[in-house]
């Protein structure tokens, strides 16, 4: 059996900022659905809605799988 208790185990160091981003990032998600809503309802526009999934997508892609990470010198995966 182990000597340690429960109160000597350390708890992990939570990064309250990536709670943050990634909070912000689902109400920006969550505009841009509803702009294409209104969008797709009352001015139907195949561009608009292109150009708006494509900032869905970049914003994505971005924040969640860091792709503008690759471009970094120094940041060596």
Known sequence: MSDHSHSEAK?????KTVYRKG???FIALAVLTAIE???????P???????????KAALVMNVFMGITKLWREGDHH
């Open 37 to 43: 809503y209104f969008v797709g309802i009352y001015l």
């Open 23 to 25: 909070f912000n990032t």
């Open 45 to 55: 526009s195949a561009v608009l809605l292109i150009l708006l999934a494509v900032a």
């Open 11 to 15: 708890s992990p160091v939570v990064d």
